[in-house]
């Protein structure tokens, strides 16, 4: 690899560690203010679970930028590295909608309600960051399947079985759909 590039991509990665980091406080900060004010004793038991889950995912994603950005200052980042970092990127958005949707008992129709599936463009620019196309085409590549495997997860199950969007293609029937 080109020298140019190479301190290009560690600058890169350097940037992004800090913006996980950043990230990971920012979203840290707003579950305080927004959960703050409810004492352990008086949280309903998913709000309890939901704030242990949120904790944890944003604290390990926090570890992650801070790790990456250790070995980028210490210069023991190598280029292969970008590829375990890009797949923990999708793993913990993916991983989070799933808890959330695990503690609420919501199935794949409500993917998109919560506000961790929201953090896909911010990903998707960190992946961008990282000036490798196929870093980027991998990153999308593991974000669509995450994400169409969020949503199949007891897809229809919000309006009962059968009815969603893939309940035509989860019976057993054939022309089940109303079609003929």
Same mark, same amino acid.
């Given at each position: 690899?080109?020298?140019? &590039?190479?301190?290009?991509? *560690?600058?890169?990665?350097?940037?992004?560690a800090?913006? /996980? !980091?950043? @990230?990971?406080?920012? %979203?840290g900060? =707003?579950?305080?203010?927004?959960?703050?004010?409810? +004492? #352990?004793?008086?949280? *309903?038991?998913? &709000?309890? /679970?939901?704030?242990?889950?949120?904790?944890?995912?944003?604290?390990?994603y926090?570890?992650?930028?801070?790790?990456?950005?250790?070995?980028?200052? /210490?210069?023991?980042?190598?280029?292969?590295?970008?590829?375990?970092?890009?797949?923990?990127?999708?793993?913990?958005?993916? %991983? $989070?909608?799933?808890?959330? !949707?695990?503690?609420?008992? !919501?199935a794949?129709?409500a993917?998109?309600?919560? #506000?961790?599936?929201?953090?896909?463009?911010?990903?998707?620019? =960190?992946? @961008?960051?990282?000036?490798? #196309?196929?870093?980027?085409?991998?990153l999308?590549? +593991?974000?669509?399947?995450? *994400?169409?495997?969020? *949503?199949? &997860?007891?897809?229809?199950?919000?309006?009962?079985?059968?009815?969603?969007?893939?309940?035509? =293609?989860?019976?057993?029937? #054939?022309? $089940?759909?109303?079609?003929?």
């Amino acid at each position: 690899m080109m020298p140019r &590039l190479r301190a290009a991509e *560690i600058e890169a990665e350097r940037v992004v560690a800090l913006l /996980r !980091m950043v @990230v990971a406080v920012v %979203l840290g900060s =707003f579950l305080i203010f927004a959960l703050g004010p409810n +004492l #352990p004793e008086n949280r *309903i038991p998913i &709000l309890h /679970r939901q704030w242990g889950f949120a904790v944890v995912t944003v604290v390990a994603y926090f570890l992650l930028g801070l790790g990456t950005w250790v070995l980028v200052r /210490r210069d023991l980042f190598r280029h292969w590295m970008v590829w375990p970092t890009v797949t923990a990127d999708a793993l913990f958005l993916v %991983l $989070s909608v799933w808890l959330s !949707m695990r503690n609420t008992g !919501m199935a794949g129709d409500a993917a998109f309600a919560f #506000p961790s599936i929201w953090l896909v463009p911010l990903v998707l620019a =960190f992946g @961008v960051l990282r000036i490798n #196309p196929a870093v980027m085409a991998y990153l999308v590549a +593991l974000l669509a399947a995450g *994400i169409a495997l969020l *949503i199949s &997860l007891g897809a229809g199950g919000m309006r009962g079985p059968g009815t969603g969007p893939s309940g035509c =293609f989860c019976r057993y029937r #054939p022309m $089940s759909c109303g079609w003929g």
